[in-house]
């Protein structure tokens, strides 16, 4: 059974940053492209960023060169580190399959006040 967990989400000032983790288990995370979704308010879940099992990341363009996501083939983990956070990035962030997909965890609360 796939399970995904996030974590490390909170209210955080605009022009801060904060760290968010995704921990699964049951797949073979090394092998698996990842990727970060957010969902803001009324609004519908988009993508944020992926990493694919080699390493290669993307971006959308509302988020680059302030965030990087980045994995842990190790430790089964795929973070998201958010720099020069905006108001306009307070959402739910899920962490997901990139090119596939499992039952989405809880996702964590990212507030930025502006």
């Known amino acids: 059974q796939v399970q995904l967990v996030e974590s490390g989400g909170g209210l955080v000032q605009a022009g801060g940053s904060l760290r968010l983790s995704c921990a699964a288990s049951g797949i073979i995370f090394s092998a698996s492209a990842m990727a970060w979704y957010r969902q803001a308010p009324g609004k519908q879940r988009d993508l944020v960023a992926s990493?694919?099992?080699?390493?290669?990341?993307n971006y959308a363009g509302s988020v680059k060169g302030r965030f990087t996501i980045s994995r842990d083939n190790a430790k089964n983990t795929v973070y998201l580190q958010m720099n020069s956070l905006k108001a306009e990035d307070t959402a739910v962030y899920y962490c997901?399959?990139?090119?596939?997909?499992?039952?989405w965890g809880q996702g964590t609360q990212v507030t930025v006040s502006s």
């Open positions: 990493v694919s099992s080699g390493g290669n990341t």
């Open positions: 997901n399959g990139h090119g596939w997909s499992t039952n």
